[in-house]
């Protein structure tokens, strides 16, 4: 069984790309530099300092742009424990899934606050706001929840060099 409880630490907008969630001046493949550059295109003076288990809400096509995997790095080392919008950028939803990051498809994710305290359960494909009695259905196959509950594709593969 896969649960998530956490905070909505930001609720963004529609169209949110990859160089808003981490600049490509920050890409690196040192885990510890790329996730500096976490969320430092966004402009507004009050985003939040991410905090463990924070979740990240958003309208439709959340993570387009570019292809680049250490976008997703830069979430997962910030602590974000979960990512839900209603629709994703293709190569992001992959990217999210690939390396264990919940990415969930909510069709009224504008519902969705700042602040809110999320509990999201797999096993009923259902996200509830604790501190304000809605819930959401999402879709996720079971195939991609085995996915994510074994820690992304990615971890996985056993690279020799």
């Known amino acids: ?23 490509p001046r ?11 550059g976490c969320f430092k295109g966004v402009t507004d003076p009050d985003f939040p300092k991410i ?10 096509n959340f993570g387009c742009g570019s292809s ?20 994703f950028g293709r190569i992001f939803f992959r990217n999210c899934i690939n390396n264990g990051l919940p990415a969930l498809t909510i069709s009224n994710a504008s519902d969705i606050t700042t602040g809110d305290k999320l509990y999201i359960n797999f096993d009923k494909n259902k996200i509830e706001i604790n501190n304000r009695n809605k819930a959401f259905d999402f879709l996720l ?11 992304g594709l990615l971890s996985k593969l056993n690279y020799e060099l």
């Open 26 to 36: 920050y890409f690196s493949l040192d885990r510890e530099k790329n996730k500096i």
């Open 141 to 151: 196959n079971e195939k991609l929840k085995s996915i994510i509950k074994n820690g």
């Open 1 to 23: 069984m896969i649960e998530i409880r956490g905070k909505v630490a930001y609720v963004f907008g529609d169209n949110i790309n990859t160089d808003i969630i981490q600049p």
């Open 68 to 87: 680049r995997e250490t976008v997703v790095y830069s979430l997962i080392d910030t602590g974000i424990s979960a990512v839900i919008a209603e629709s």
């Open 51 to 60: 905090e463990k288990n924070d979740i990240i809400a958003a309208g439709k």
